[in-house]
């Protein structure tokens, strides 16, 4: 399959079956903004549940926490973003779109094949005004990356929860940036979320001892990209030649994904030194140090940054999970099915209950077994159109089991499970039905 027939197909099955929407459609789209559906908002819930269950709740050494996506100026000064958060852009002469320029090969137009103007810088950050006085004293930004409230919260943690280093902050949450060129479905959005932990440390003594944290990082991702069940053929790992490393960043790695458009980042690590903390101590005026009780040293951690775009992930997935396939139709004959194989922690619905037909008692059976699977999973029932064409409504959004409640099921008390990946079936009894679940969901 060509790969933009792929990434077309992908975009018309996520509007399709209300994963992904255009934001603002009816008035014609905002570009760069995307909207949930209902399975598209459990997907991306599944996703995040998942990270948190994963880094902050089954670990002891990495606190959760949520902070305000409207934040103080100056975070952003100290950050460097006020000054330094610039994209290089160039506008075309002739039809006036613009583009970044690291993304144009030469000095024409990609559009129109106009002659491209001068360079000029451009600060990504969403600027807004705090109150009812617009002046510069009530600038505000919407947070371009979520990372800045985890170091504004770093002392309100030391002094709440007096951990000890190694220990982590984790937030996930909405992350704003007026990029140049949103493009490329959910890829470059200008309103998307992150999953992002800083993992504060002692101050290395040699390199051996930061090398080791980050090492420790790269496998969790790696472990994570496996747990999700991203195809890891796509996965590669690219490391930022020293040359082109922040003046902070002793060592970044990108996690790329190969997209339908193209290798691209998914995921970012890096080990900035005391940088964040540093910038944030001497521009608040705020001790942000730390005191070792071991040693009785007061310092600056340092920090390894694990920063993992949601909105990438819930591409990326979708890219990995669709799949193509001839499967047998109820009178004996081949169609093809589209089907997202999800992992069923991730799929939007676990178990859809279906009754054979809505006559002789066989809908209301069908609500009962819904309500009681309902408690324990995320479930639809769905009574319209053919079976067949149900399956294939449900192999579409990825759902692992189908139960069909037929005759059998008001005689003999038993279903049909059907697997959404073998396409087998099987018949189990209703009153064992949440035991099978357990057991085949997880
Ligand atoms: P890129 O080079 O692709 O613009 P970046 O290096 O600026 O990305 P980071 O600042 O490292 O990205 O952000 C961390 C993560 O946030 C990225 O790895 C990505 O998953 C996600 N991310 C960044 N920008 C966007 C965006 N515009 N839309 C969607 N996700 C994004």
Redesign the pocket.
Known sequence: MAQNDHMEKIVSLAKRRGFVYQGSEIYGGLA?TWDYGPMGIALKQNIKNLWWKTFVESRADIYGIDAAILMHRDVWVASGHVDGFN?PMVECTKCKKRFRSDFVADNVCPECGGELGPERFFNMMFRTNVGTVSDSSSVAYLR??TAGGIFTNFKNILDTFHPSLPFGIAQVGK?F?N?IA?RDF?????????M?IEWFIKPPENDAEWQKHFEMWQKELRDWVSLIGLDTKKISKYETPHRDLAHYSKRTV??KYEYPFGV?????L?YRIDHDLSSQQSHSGVDLSYFDQETKERFIPHVVEP???????VLALLDSAYMEEEAPTADGKTEERVVLTFKPELAPVKVAVLPLMRKDGLAEKAREVFDGLKTHWQCQYDETGSIGKRYRRQDEIGTPYCVTIDYNTLEGGTITARNRDSMKQERVAVSELTNYFKEKLF
């Open positions: 760069g994209d371009p990356e992350a940036r990029e949103p959910l890829f470059r959005a200008r309103e998307f979320e992150q992002e990108d996690l691209h980042e998914l995921y970012g890096a920063s993992l775009g949601l909105d990438r992930t």
